[in-house]
């Protein structure tokens, strides 16, 4: 099917439903939504019947009604697009001229294959039309009609008549019978007597009709006398009966200048017969025949005139469109080729600012290889820290196990000083008992004779000794006991140094581990350092070929707003064009405008 009627039918459920509806309908069926139909394409049946009977579905519809309703509301809105085909006539004229007009509008449309809507008037108030189309669409074409008689309200029975196949399609045949007589038919009686159905000429006619009353005048005038008045009695008869006849033969006249009238009136719609059996019949015939292709022609003209007013009026409003499209572009592509000029100066500044920031990149890079050889001398220093302070720490360790062994001599050095003591204080308690010892042999020689004298010197310096023995035993304990305290806290000031060396090693080594530890850090920060440098140089190297980029771009950009002025100047000058274009479009929407007046003329 043809863009343009299915443009309308869309149009027109648009109207009757609504366009959320029909969109929904689109949605639901194989219909392409974002199809845009023109004039000369060709949808698929399939897409249109599928689409129709969805829309059938959704308003609770057979297709066939849905079809019928489309037909109705079709003939408003062709009356719309063609007017020329509406004004001024009336139902029969319309009907009658329907497969003109369809094959006229359609002539221009490569491909298009229109049904035919062929009708026939077979009686005074009666019409026989055959819809012959290969799709066989008979509800649109009933609705069409039915939409017809309600558009120029005038009532009309339909009745089928029959439907089927034929070489030239499926087809439908209806009978329509109107209120009213279809056309002004004028029977002349008395000229169609005198022609007794075999003399078609008014010569003849009127020869016959004059010999015939001749010779009846001179068979009534034989019975009387031969007066000097006969022959002019018979002339006046004569010219009588000829003048009476040829009134009569020549009637047809009147109707004949009325034809003529209306055709100087521009009015083509007219049907005009009359039944005469002579000339004046065959005139009226080819009259109507002349009449007939005038009309096929004017009403192509108005049909053609109809479509080029209202393409017109489309091309206006697009025009129009375009205009206000075109100085939008025109003010896009000014301000394209100043955003142009500013991306241009900015990709420019861009590159400059970049370009000194790579510098100082490079600036940074080379501080920081400076600084990597720096933190890689740090480092090694503090692993050589760390050594030595291990080594510290080992001494260290060594001292507090010598320490330890001092502690222990001094400890076994006091036992002894004790055990000494012990035997100190059994010398004292034996010079006691010696003492003790003494003083009994002194009392003893005292008692005994002179020949125990020796004894008591002997007990005597025994005494002595043992004082001496007890003195030299207190003063030996004395001095023990000091030695005693001056060992204990000798003991005491080297178990005291030895936990402090003992902390120390302990703290040493615990700051040992953690300068290890930190060493290790310091070893992966300055490792991880190094890998920012390379990737810092790696990537200052690419940022360089940015750079490269960005004032190639900055030429491009350069480039670009030269291009963007000329096109703003071609658009600028575009612009201009399609003003002077609309001009043209509406000079030429108003010459049609005129045509289409003139042409209301003629009356068809």
């Not at 501080?367 to 001494?395: C, F, H, T």
């Not at 001094?410 to 004292?428: C, F, H, P, Y």
């Not at 308690?429 to 004298?453: G, P």
């Amino acid at each position: 099917m043809k863009g343009t009627v299915v443009s309308t039918w869309i149009n027109t459920l648009n109207e009757i439903y609504g366009e959320d509806l029909v969109n929904q309908a689109k949605a639901d069926s194989s219909w392409n939504e974002e199809l845009i139909i023109t004039s000369l394409m060709d949808i698929e049946d399939k897409k249109v019947f599928d689409l129709i009977n969805t829309v059938a579905n959704l308003v609770d519809k057979s297709p066939g009604e849905l079809w019928q309703e489309i037909g109705r509301h079709n003939i408003k809105s062709f009356s719309k697009w063609f007017p020329s085909y509406f004004e001024g006539r009336t139902l029969k004229n319309f009907l009658m001229m329907m497969d003109t007009v369809h094959k006229q509008l359609t002539q221009m449309i490569p491909g298009a294959n229109p049904p035919r809507i062929i009708a026939e008037q077979t009686g005074d108030r009666t019409l026989e039309i055959t819809y012959i189309s290969p799709r066989g669409m008979y509800d649109y074409f009933l609705g069409l009609i039915e939409g017809s008689s309600e558009f120029f309200s005038d009532p009309i029975e339909v009745t089928e008549l029959g439907r089927g196949e034929s070489e030239q399609g499926k087809y439908l045949k209806v009978n329509i019978e109107f209120s009213h007589s279809l056309s002004d038919k004028y029977n002349y009686r008395i000229s169609k007597l005198f022609s007794l159905g075999i003399f078609k000429s008014i010569k003849l006619k009127a020869t016959i009709m004059v010999m015939l009353a001749s010779l009846g005048v001179y068979y009534g005038l034989s019975f009387t006398s031969g007066n000097w008045w006969s022959p002019l009695l018979q002339t006046a008869c004569l010219g009588l009966i000829t003048f009476v006849f040829m009134g009569f033969f020549t009637s047809p006249f009147k109707k004949l200048n009325k034809a003529l009238v209306s055709l100087r009136g521009l009015k083509f719609g007219e049907t005009l017969s009359i039944s005469t059996n002579d000339e004046f019949e065959r005139i009226f015939k080819q009259l109507d025949g002349i009449k007939n292709e005038i009309k096929e022609d004017i009403l192509f003209l108005k049909g053609g005139t109809d479509d080029m007013y209202n393409f017109t009026n489309q091309f206006v409003e697009i025009a129009d469109k375009m205009n206000v499209v075109s100085d939008n572009i025109s003010k896009v592509v000014e301000e394209v080729a100043n955003g142009a000029q500013e991306q241009a100066a900015e990709t420019e500044n861009s590159a400059y600012i970049v370009d000194n920031n790579i510098k100082k990149i490079e600036e940074l890079v080379e501080s920081g290889n400076d600084s990597k050889k720096n933190l890689e001398e740090a480092v090694e220093n503090i692993k050589q820290s760390a050594r030595e302070v291990q080594n510290v720490n080992e001494m260290i360790d060594s001292v507090k196990n010598a320490f330890s062994n001092v502690n222990s001599l001094g400890k076994k050095l006091a036992q002894r000083i004790s055990d000494i003591m012990e035997i100190v204080n059994t010398v004292s308690d034996i010079a006691n008992q010696t003492n003790l010892l003494s003083l009994n042999a002194s009392i003893e020689a005292a008692r005994s004779n002179d020949n125990s004298r020796g004894f008591a010197v002997v007990a005597e310096e025994i005494r002595e000794l043992a004082e001496d023995s007890k003195q030299a035993g207190n003063t030996i304990n004395e001095n023990l006991a000091q030695f005693t305290e001056q060992v204990q806290e000798l003991i005491d000031g080297i178990s005291s140094q030895f936990a402090n060396l003992e902390h120390s090693n302990k703290v040493l080594s615990e700051v040992a581990s953690s300068n290890k530890k930190s060493s290790e850090n310091i070893q992966e920060a300055t490792d991880n350092v190094v890998s920012i440098v390379e990737n810092l140089d790696t990537e200052t190297k690419k940022i360089i070929k940015v750079i490269e980029n960005i004032n190639s771009l900055a030429a491009i950009a350069q480039e670009n707003s030269a291009s963007s002025e000329e096109m703003s100047a071609s658009v600028n000058e575009y612009s201009e064009k399609i003003k002077e274009m609309t001009s043209y479009i509406n000079q030429m929407e108003k010459l049609v405008e005129n045509f289409k007046e003139n042409l209301k003329k003629y009356n068809i």
